[in-house]
């Protein structure tokens, strides 16, 4: 299995920060990395594919980069509606896609 | 903007089987490009892929649940199942099901989830 980790596990901002969530693949998954946000009781967000394509509705403030084992997502100022938890999944290999454990943006 | 909706037991006894369904609206699960899949959340708990099925019936099974689970689609009610077999504790977890997209491998859809506690 292609183990995923993140860190923090938990960041506390407030409105307007910038905020850097890391992500580190246990191998080599070039730029099969997607991005999550999940808020409780609604359904997960696509918010990046392909480790840095933005996807379709999903405001310009979040951006990825990352190639090969270590991405980031960054959110350049932190809005209210962005506290949520945010989770990196690889699909490089299809046939087990794994997710990271989540790093929780909250209030500072 | 294709809708997923998951429904279903909230509670089963353990050894008994599980059994989960998502209505889709606003596309069609036979539509070629996309993959239909349930993913799990264990309570406070990571995400773990349980498995998806192309709308030609192949499907793809995480091995640690393979031996238990049968995913499934009804193309004329335009909705994927789920069955786990043998359940015990540890298979309580807020369910999703989401949509796939093949060629890119992300799931652009999902469902707001449903809660099965496996309870006696």
């Known amino acids: 299995d292609i183990q995923m980790t993140q860190s923090p596990s938990s960041l506390p901002a407030s409105v307007g920060d910038r905020v850097t969530i890391s992500c580190r693949a246990s191998q080599s998954i070039s730029t099969y990395l997607n991005w999550y946000q999940h808020k409780p009781g609604k359904a997960p967000k696509l918010l990046i594919y392909s480790a840095s394509s933005l996807q379709s509705g999903v405001p310009s403030r979040f951006s990825g980069s990352g190639s090969g084992t270590d991405f980031t997502l960054t959110i350049s100022s932190l809005q209210p509606e962005d506290f949520a938890t945010y989770y990196c999944q690889q699909s490089y290999r299809t046939i087990l896609f794994t997710f990271g454990p989540g790093t929780k943006v909250e209030i500072k | 903007q294709v809708q997923l909706q998951e429904s279903g037991p909230g509670l089963v006894k353990p050894s008994q089987t599980l059994s989960l369904t998502c209505t889709v609206s606003?596309?069609?699960?036979?539509?070629?490009?996309?993959?239909w899949s349930w993913i799990r959340q264990h309570p406070g708990k990571d995400l773990e892929w349980i498995g998806y099925i192309y709308y030609s019936g192949s499907t793809y099974y995480n091995p640690s649940l393979k031996s238990r689970v049968t995913i499934s689609v009804d193309t004329s009610k335009n909705q994927l199942a789920l069955t786990l077999r043998s359940v015990t504790a540890a298979d309580t977890a807020v369910y999703y099901c989401?949509?796939?997209?093949?060629?890119?491998?992300?799931?652009?859809?999902w469902g707001q989830g449903t809660l099965v506690t496996v309870s006696s």
């Open positions: 606003g596309g069609s699960i036979s539509s070629g490009g996309y993959y």
């Open positions: 989401t949509r796939g997209v093949r060629s890119m491998d992300y799931f652009d859809s």
